[in-house]
Structure formats: C-alpha cells, structure tokens
C-alpha cells in the first residue's frame, strides 16, 4: 500500500459519507497511514542493520571467611572513693579514750610480762645456785668419804704392819754412778710378805722413782727382807701390797 492509494481512499470515503465525521476519520487516517509509514520503516532497517544478541550468563559461588574482630580492652572503671564522713566530736573523742585504755592495757600487760620474765629468770639462778651448792656439798661429801676411806685403809696397814716386825731390813747399796754424778732421790718397791716372812715379787713404784738409777739396788735390798710372819686366827698369813721406800741421800 502506497501513499497514493490511501489518499485515494480518504478522498472516497469523504466523498461518500459527507457528514460531519468526515473531516475527523480522514484526518486519524492520514495521520496513521504516515505513523505506520515512518515506524514501518525504521523497525525495518534496524531488523536488518542490528544482529540479534545472545547473552550467556554462568552462576559462580565465592567462599570468604568471616574473621571476627578481637574485642578491644574495656578500661577499668575504678568507682570514685565514697566521701569521707566528717567526723563526730563525741565520736572522736570516745576513740580517742578507748584507745588510752588500750594503750595502758598494753603497758600493764607488757609490765606483767617483764615481771614474770624476772621472776622465772630470778627462780633459774636460785635453782642454779642450790644445784651448784649441791653439788658442791656432795663433792665435799665425797672428798670426806675419800679421805675417811684412805685414813682408814691406812690405819688398817699400819695395824697390819704393826702385827709383825721386820727381822732384817738392811739398807740398799748407794748407785757409784748416782754418787759421781751426785743424784739424790727416792724409790718405793711394793712386795708381798709370804706366810714365812719372806719378800714375794717385788716391784718398784715408777711414780714413785726419782731415777731409774735406783731400780736395781732397791730391788735387791727388798728381796733381802725378813719379817715376822703375820699371825690371823692363830696361823700365819700373807700380806700383800707392803711397801717400804727407800732414801738415797749423800751423807
């Protein structure tokens, strides 16, 4: 269809109709025969110019990782000191009143202490003293005991001794060394007196030696011994420990 052939039908149709619709239905033809025309056309060119587009999508998935953040140090809130109370007079002062009767309580406390300290010490040095005495006492105690016992022992040898009489007791025979060189001294021989009055195992007394110079001759001065023999129960017995000590002195 050409725009020829449409304004040839506009033409008729006017013609036919001859109303007062005429001018209004030919004027929307005319008009729509020259909007088909000119769409028509483009819709045409741009169908033939312009490819037809095909677009492909594709779905991908992503993985992350949620990392939390550290939590960041909450400061320390100190609450504020509550305020301090303005103290009373009367509350002071009976502080201050029983602390003086703690403080004299502690004095007196601590002053007893000092004392039971002196007392126990005063009562060890007593018992120290008294136990020192004792112990003096029974050492004095054992010294009497001591001597008692030796004035007896020594009683007893001396009765013993007196029982018998030595027959012979001739003096030892003075060293000739001890007398060139002038030494002087004593040495004591203990023997056993047998039943017959004769000297059994002499032995001479080293405390009891000023030299040993004078060992042999006072040996055998008391081997030459003879005593009365000693006469218990009315028989001869012997007598042990006798001792006799003889005196070298340069005349």
């Given at each position: 269809m050409s725009v020829e052939t449409s304004g040839n039908i506009v033409m008729r149709v006017i013609q036919e109709q001859r109303g007062w619709l005429i001018p209004a239905v030919a004027s929307a033809v005319l008009h729509g025969a020259t909007a088909w025309v000119l769409l028509g056309g483009w819709w045409q060119e741009a169908a033939v110019d312009v490819p037809a587009t095909r677009i492909q999508?594709?779905?991908?998935?992503?993985?992350?990782?949620?990392?939390?953040?550290?939590?960041?140090p909450v400061?320390?809130?100190?609450?504020?000191?509550?305020?301090?109370p303005v103290p009373d007079e009367a509350v002071?002062?009976?502080?201050?009143?029983?602390e003086?009767?703690?403080?004299?309580l502690r004095d007196k406390q601590r002053a007893e202490q000092v004392r039971r300290e002196e007392e126990k010490a005063l009562a060890e040095q007593r018992a120290r003293e008294e136990r020192i005495a004792e112990e003096q006492r029974l050492a004095r105690e054992a010294e009497q005991q001591r001597l008692v016992a030796a004035r007896a022992r020594a009683e007893a040898e001396a009765a013993a001794i007196a029982?018998?009489?030595?027959?012979n007791k001739s003096p030892p025979a003075y060293p000739r060394r001890a007398l060139e060189k002038r030494i002087e001294?004593?040495?004591?021989?203990?023997?056993?007196?047998t039943p017959e009055g004769r000297v059994n195992k002499p032995q001479v007394i080293e405390e009891a030696c000023d030299d040993p110079i004078f060992v042999?001759?006072?040996?055998e001065a008391a081997r030459a011994f003879r005593y009365q023999p000693r006469?218990?129960?009315g028989q001869a017995v012997a007598v042990h420990d006798v001792r006799n000590t003889f005196r070298y002195r340069i005349q």
């Open positions: 999508t594709q779905l991908m998935m992503l993985t992350y990782e949620v990392v939390e953040p550290e939590p960041s400061p320390e809130v100190k609450p504020a000191p509550p305020p301090e002071v002062a009976r502080k201050r009143l029983e003086e009767r703690e403080r004299q029982q018998y009489q030595p027959i001294g004593d040495c004591t021989v203990s023997y056993i007196v042999r001759p006072s040996l006469i218990v129960n």
